[in-house]
T-cell receptor, first 115, second 109 residues
Framework: DTAVSQTPKYLVTQMGNDKSIKCEQN?????MYWYKQDSKKFLKIMFS???????INETVPNRFSPKSPDKAHLNLHINSLELGDSAVYFC??????????????FGPGTRLTVL | KNQVEQSPQSLIILEGKNCTLQ??????????LRWYKQDTGRGPVSLTI?????NTKSNGRYTATLDADTKQSSLHITASQLSDSASYIC????????FGAGTRLTVKP
């Protein structure tokens, strides 16, 4: 059973479009995250949600909006896609937040390409 | 300048050899320091997590050390295997997470 799953795995779209990436975890964790990994493989946290409440919101453009219908899901919606949004996006989950020593489990990633 | 610096950027070793990866950070204070392994095309996998009061943590052939005074951490890999070829990422966490750029390790037969 996949602990943290993301769909789609690949997403190719035109500039200006709106797209969503879905994430689900079956670990019963209270905290979920979205990360962006750029072309230089540098990871950066975007959002952290704990029990459907936003905890961390790094300096991310407001074109990016996380939506958490329940604590097992954290979807990422992106409006007006730009070329610079091309990256691999990872979802992750853990029981407690980043200041705890709880292990984070990452999904397989979604490679977004904006043309 | 990144608050978490890793060295070397890349490393090639022969199977069976040991190696040590370095992580220097300026994040202060911090709650914990983590090491992740990321295979190509996959999500990171947690190797070790240390609080600021811990000096060492092992996970099989992986041993992480932490010196909070000098703000340095290292990841030592013993008896390397071909499957150890991956990127190793150091992360310092407080209320958020600061990632190093990673060290790309290649283990050759």
């Amino acid at each position: 059973d996949t602990a943290v799953s993301q769909t789609p795995k690949y997403l190719v779209t035109q500039m200006g479009n709106d797209k969503s990436i879905k994430c689900e975890q079956n670990l019963g964790h209270d905290t979920m995250y979205w990360y962006k990994q750029d072309s230089k493989k540098f990871l950066k946290i975007m959002f952290s949600y704990n029990n459907k409440e936003l905890i961390i919101n790094e300096t991310v453009p407001n074109r990016f909006s996380p939506k958490s219908p329940d604590k097992a899901h954290l979807n990422l919606h992106i409006n007006s896609l730009e070329l610079g949004d091309s990256a691999v996006y990872f979802c992750a989950s853990s029981q407690a937040g980043v200041s705890s020593t709880d292990t984070q489990y990452f999904g397989p990633g979604t490679r977004l390409t904006v043309l | 300048k990144n608050q978490v610096e890793q060295s070397p950027q890349s490393l090639i070793i022969l199977e069976g050899k040991n190696c040590t990866l370095q992580c220097n950070y300026t994040v202060s204070p911090f709650s914990n320091l983590r090491w992740y392994k990321q295979d190509t095309g996959r999500g990171p996998v947690s190797l070790t997590i240390m609080t600021f009061s811990e000096n060492t943590k092992s996970n099989g052939r992986y041993t992480a050390t932490l010196d909070a005074d000098t703000k340095q951490s290292s990841l030592h890999i013993t008896a390397s295997q071909l499957s150890d070829s991956a990127s190793y990422i150091c992360v310092v966490a407080n209320n958020d997470m600061r990632f190093g750029a990673g060290t790309r390790l290649t283990v050759k037969p």
